[in-house]
């Protein structure tokens, strides 16, 4: 994993796959806030890989504050500001970092799902359901389900997976109310999301979403949506031109890395403890063009870059 990069005003705390956090060096103006930098690391198989994909951290970004705009009058979001200057962003990661509201987050992965493939397929397949919700039989990958599902996970460490678990679980961590509060805004925000990107020509067939609750604020105390959201990363975007169930459907995220990771042509064995070996130019170019693809069908616009 490559070093969080160091940042005046600000003093790093955390990296994760993906993210780099920091808190304020100083008390902030907007009160108990962090930084969330999003970097162009990848990550595939539960290892983040050697080789970064170039912009991958601004998609993540602009794209997440795309959506936290169209979603605003559903659920409150932890965004502060994702503007330079003071109190804002440090201009070295303008483009791929917000300032963000701190939150006490649910210790569970909000998963909806409108369509069947990944663990939800497996479970199906094992049982006729996913996380405890009875599916009609027949189904294949990629089959459009009757309506969305609420299909939570716990949350692992890093180099672990989720697991995914019921309602009826997720009731008994956190409580009745936030278990039902979860849920019913991750199927709204599937909903909203789901029309908005089959409008531009791209299903969301599924999408995994946080909450969390920030002490200051003027969302004090609520559910929040945290993270980041509808991303590549955080969800499967399809063709929806290139639709076909029965079969893996393509995709708009990191489906180039996956495929020659576990191809002849990386020589690396999955079962193994060796980590992947670095990408080839020819993945990493197509995967980042996928990444911009994404954004551009699902916003309308280009990714102002550099």
Not at 96 to 123: D, H
Not at 135 to 155: C, M, N, V, W
Not at 194 to 223: H, M, N, Y
Request: with cysteine; proline share 9%.
């Amino acid at each position: 994993m490559s070093t969080a990069p160091g940042l005046a005003g600000w003093t790093h705390v955390y990296s994760g796959k993906v993210r780099d956090l920091y808190a304020p060096a100083d008390p902030h103006p907007s009160g108990d806030v962090v930084l969330v930098v999003a970097s162009d690391r990848i990550s595939a198989y539960d290892h983040v890989l050697a080789t970064p994909v170039p912009d991958k951290g601004v998609v993540l970004t602009q794209l997440s504050l795309w959506w936290f705009d169209l979603l605003a009058d559903l659920v409150p979001h932890h965004l502060v500001t994702a503007e330079s200057g003071p109190g804002g962003v440090p201009p070295e990661v303008a483009g791929r970092a917000m300032v963000c509201r701190r939150l006490t987050m649910l210790p569970v992965e909000c998963v909806a799902r409108g369509y069947l493939t990944g663990s939800g397929l497996v479970e199906y397949r094992a049982a006729g359901a996913v996380c405890g919700v009875a599916l009609p039989p027949g189904l294949q990958d990629g089959s459009r389900l009757p309506e969305a599902i609420f299909t939570p996970a716990t949350k692992a460490e890093l180099g672990e997976h989720d697991e995914n678990v019921t309602f009826d679980q997720v009731a008994a961590r956190v409580g009745p109310a936030d278990a039902a509060a979860a849920r019913d805004l991750t199927l709204a925000v599937y909903s909203r999301a789901e029309q908005i990107a089959r409008e531009r020509g791209v299903i969301l067939a599924d999408t995994k979403l946080e909450f969390g609750r920030p002490s200051d604020g003027p969302a004090a105390g609520r559910l929040v949506l945290g993270d980041e959201v509808l991303t590549p990363d955080s969800s499967r975007f399809w063709p929806a031109d290139r639709w076909l169930p029965g079969r893996s459907q393509p995709s708009f995220d990191k489906q180039y890395v996956r495929d020659w990771l576990t191809s002849p042509a990386s020589g690396w064995d999955r079962s193994s403890d060796t980590p992947p070996p670095p990408l080839p130019d020819e993945v990493v170019a197509r995967t980042r063009e996928r990444y911009l693809e994404a954004f551009r069908l699902i916003t309308g616009r280009e990714l102002a870059l550099g």
